[in-house]
């Protein structure tokens, strides 16, 4: 029996041969790949995980928040110990003081940059990764295989049985 084996299934009628599909995967597996395959579609499926990654690929504002959270309060902490110093100095209101804030401001924000930078190309990277896996992935074996030809059959058969009966 000869068979064509390839990697999509072929559409419309082939005339002469039947279209065979085998699971290559385990229904547990199958599971798997449509939940990863759909949520890159765009279609849910695994909450959280990719959709996060596709959120900071995105460069979504929402999706740095918790991630920068710490930096803003420790800025926020920074700048409330540089405004008592002055403070207690009785200099709040000085351009030194105002330099310092900016400085620090100027500071995390070029840091956030750069993390924010990091962290959309390491998701990027990760999405393209998991694509590229589910790209190599064949969960069926697609086989065309040819059909039978009953009355050629009978034909061959038959004269054969009438010998045997006679």
Do not use: C, H
């Amino acid at each position: 029996m000869s068979s064509v084996t390839g990697g999509s299934a072929p559409t419309g009628n082939i005339s002469g041969y039947n279209l065979r599909n085998v699971p290559q995967f385990t229904p547990q597996m199958m599971q798997i790949f449509e939940q990863l395959l759909g949520s890159l579609q765009g279609g849910g499926g695994l909450e959280g995980g990719v959709d996060f990654l596709s959120q900071l690929a995105g460069g979504e504002e929402g999706a740095f928040e918790k991630a920068e959270a710490p930096a803003y309060s420790a800025f926020n902490k920074m700048a409330g110990q540089i405004g008592s110093r002055y403070s207690q100095l009785g200099a709040r209101d000085s351009s030194s003081f105002q330099q310092a804030i900016s400085g620090g401001a100027a500071q995390l924000s070029e840091n956030l940059g750069e993390k924010r930078l990091g962290m959309q190309t390491s998701a990027i990277d990760k999405i393209l990764g998991l694509s590229e896996g589910l790209m190599g992935q064949k969960p069926y074996d697609t086989s065309l295989e040819p059909k039978a030809d009953w009355m050629k059959l009978l034909g061959q058969v038959l004269p054969q049985l009438l010998k045997l009966l006679a």
